[in-house]
T-cell receptor
């Protein structure tokens, strides 16, 4: 049961343009949503998060939008830079009563071209 | 600040053999996680420790996987015996606490790539 889905396995964007990465989820009880970035041979690094009670969070070039009614979130990167080329994972947290559990999507590989 | 350390980085074993992975979290981080990432999938939580106690091991295949975190610092994950489907990257992560941003802002190590032949 894939509760967090990233339906686009890859995305190619020109340098300077906007990158939009999408994520859908099924569990309305998730309380935080996160984006992680992963370079080859490295572990994922935390990028940005949003609480389930918010609809937007911005940090520099990165903005995450949350649409709870559609169970959809997106990550916008403006402007895109070659160093942004990586795999981006959407993740969501769920408090189980004893611990909070992080569920990841399958990832979207972003390539920023010159 | 030193990051999360993991060793070995790569391991190749035959099925039915045993293997162990080691993780040293960021100093002072109370919570430690082990994840399994199969090619083409996102990381899947195997076990979560709070200090040296297990908080969640619901997705750990306990018939072959075991993990411990002695003295609330380093941790080892063991697979015995290994199966072909255990081929994956095993990621260790740590976080400072269990609430708010201190919990969900997890810091990951580089991972151990396991190949079972």
């Amino acid at each position: 049961d894939q509760q967090v889905k990233q339906n686009s396995p890859s995305l190619s964007v020109q340098e300077g343009r906007i990158s939009i990465l999408n994520c859908d989820y099924t569990n309305s009880m998730f309380d935080y949503f996160l984006w992680y970035k992963k370079y080859p041979a490295e572990g994922p690094t935390f990028l940005i998060s949003i609480s389930s009670i918010k609809d937007k969070n911005e940090d520099g070039r990165f903005t995450v939008f949350l649409n709870k009614s559609a169970k959809h979130l997106s990550l916008h990167i403006v402007p895109s830079q070659p160093g942004d080329s990586a795999v981006y994972f959407c993740a969501a947290t769920l408090y189980t009563g004893t611990a909070s559990k992080l569920t990841f999507g399958t990832g979207t590989r972003l390539q920023v071209t010159l | 600040e030193a990051g999360v350390a993991q060793s070995p980085r790569y391991k190749i074993i035959e099925k039915r053999q045993s293997v162990a992975f080691w993780c040293n979290p960021i100093s002072g981080h109370a919570t430690l996680y082990w994840y399994q990432q199969i090619l083409g999938q996102g990381p899947k939580l195997l076990i979560q420790f709070q200090n040296n106690g297990v908080v969640d091991d619901s997705q750990l295949p306990k018939d072959r996987f075991s993990a411990e975190r002695l003295k609330g610092v380093d941790s080892t994950l063991k697979i015995q015996p290994a199966k072909l489907e255990d081929s994956a990257v095993y990621l260790c992560a740590s976080s400072p606490g269990t609430s708010g941003r201190a919990w969900y802002e997890q810091y990951f190590g580089p991972g151990t790539r396991l190949t079972v032949t």
